[in-house]
């Protein structure tokens, strides 16, 4: 099992090579272990969706891991991340963004965020609309925010065997990051990533210009949870 794991990460990490995506193995559910066996085969970059996991985990294991938020993050819970976790990627509000800047300016550190766009056909997921994100780069409140830079979009794809349907929405993310970039960001070069892709969809995530794939189940299996 520890040993398909480090295939796992081994196989995805040369397959991604040829592109422009970087992996994160998403290690939410599996124990510290299990990421300190992957840590010992090479591998440092990891994301998890619950911030008492992140915090558990962090505390726990070497510190030069690279620890991404990926799920959905409480504002009242940014405090126990922000002196440490690399990147965050479901930034969805205003109300979110200023208190990882108050956060981020405690810790004496600025946190690159990503902002989380809406591109599913379901209803169920988190995330700002385009007409939304345009709007919040624009106002005054998040030019104040010097704590935080955002680098990128982060969208997740209708959960779907139709290849066509998910492959037009990350080409629909990425059409809308490059206008953002070539207007709002035009002058700054830290907006340069994009968040997607999992372990179903990464392909053509890769193929459509993703930069950070959050790879779970195809690298450690399907998850069990206990409640
Ligand atoms: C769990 C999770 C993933 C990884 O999902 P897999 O299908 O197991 O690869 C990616 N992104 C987010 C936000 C997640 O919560």
Redesign the pocket.
């Known amino acids: 099992m520890i040993n398909s794991i480090a295939q796992n990460l081994q196989f995805l990490t040369e397959k991604l090579s040829k592109t422009n995506t970087k992996l994160i193995a ?1 290690t ?1 559910t599996k124990p510290v272990e299990t990421i300190m066996k992957a840590y010992e085969a090479g591998f440092k970059r990891y ?1 998890e ?1 619950k911030v008492q996991e992140l915090v558990e985990k962090y505390e726990a294991l070497p510190k030069d891991i690279e620890w991404h938020m ?2 959905h993050l409480q504002t009242n819970k940014v405090k126990y991340i922000a002196p440490f976790v690399h990147f965050i ?2 930034v969805d509000s205003l109300k979110l963004l200023e208190e990882i800047n108050k956060q981020a300016l405690k810790s004496e550190r600025i946190i690159p965020v990503f902002l989380q766009i809406y591109i599913a056909k379901e209803e169920t997921k988190f995330g700002f609309s385009k007409e939304e994100i345009v709007e919040l780069l624009a106002s005054n409140q998040f030019k104040s925010l010097k704590n935080i830079v955002v680098v990128g979009l982060m969208g ?1 794809a209708s959960n779907t065997l139709d290849n066509e349907q998910v492959r037009s929405e990350f080409k629909n993310l990425k059409t809308f990051f490059e206008t953002l970039k070539s207007t709002t960001f035009a002058n700054d070069f830290k907006f340069t990533e994009l968040s997607m892709g ?3 969809d990464f392909e053509i995530a890769a193929e459509e210009g993703s930069t950070y794939a ?5 690298i450690f299996g399907e ?1 069990k949870y206990l409640n």
């Open positions: 998403v939410k994301g969706n990926i799920g990627h479901g997740m999992m372990s179903g959050r790879i779970g189940s195809a998850r």
